[in-house]
């Protein structure tokens, strides 16, 4: 069995064709004479094996994949570095490992539970900073009546 054809996926369309066209951009082109890119690469390896031009674009290739497949998983992601204290690393560690999560998934979740709890927190200051002024607003009504004759009376005014 060969380098490729342990690393090639026989289900993988998607990853032959992507190898197919690679190669071709290398300067590896070939004659489909099998009718599927599996094979064709297949016979491809057979006939450059030995060429060390080959085995260097195989191996570039697997690389490039790699990165292609990881960046698919990064789609809508930043990467950036930051510097935290050793023990809270080992604190985001614990969590993640508890969640059984990675690093970076650990944190966007704290990221986004304390995003909630700040927007709830804000939630619940508005409603009751409206609360507490319309307590304060003088309003017409029973409850101002009988408040504003109390104060009136402490202040020795009549009513």
């Given amino acids: 069995m060969g380098n490729l054809e342990k690393w090639l996926d026989k289900d993988d369309i998607e990853q032959q064709i992507w190898a197919k066209?690679?190669?071709?951009?290398?300067?590896?082109?070939y004659e489909s004479i099998v009718y599927s890119y599996y094979d064709d690469?297949?016979?491809?390896e057979k006939k450059h094996r030995d060429d060390p031009s080959y085995v260097l674009a195989i191996n570039a290739m697997k690389a490039a994949w790699r990165q292609?497949?990881?960046?698919?998983?990064r789609k809508g992601k930043t990467e950036?570095?930051?510097?935290?204290?050793k023990e809270k690393k080992k604190l985001l560690g614990?969590?993640?490992?508890?969640?059984g999560v990675t690093l970076g998934e650990a944190l966007e979740e704290l990221i986004n539970d304390e995003h909630i709890r700040q927007e709830e927190h804000?939630?619940?200051l508005k409603k009751r900073g409206s609360i507490i002024s319309k307590g304060l607003m003088p309003q017409e009504?029973?409850?101002n009546t009988r408040y504003m004759k109390k104060i009136k009376?402490?202040?020795c005014f009549s009513t």
């Fill in 21 to 29: 066209k690679y190669l071709e951009r290398k300067g590896l082109h």
């Fill in 41 to 44: 690469l297949l016979i491809l």
């Fill in 68 to 73: 292609k497949k990881l960046r698919g998983k």
């Fill in 80 to 85: 950036f570095s930051l510097i935290i204290s």
């Fill in 94 to 99: 614990t969590i993640s490992k508890k969640k």
């Fill in 122 to 124: 804000a939630g619940e």
């Fill in 141 to 143: 009504g029973a409850f």
């Fill in 153 to 155: 009376s402490y202040l």
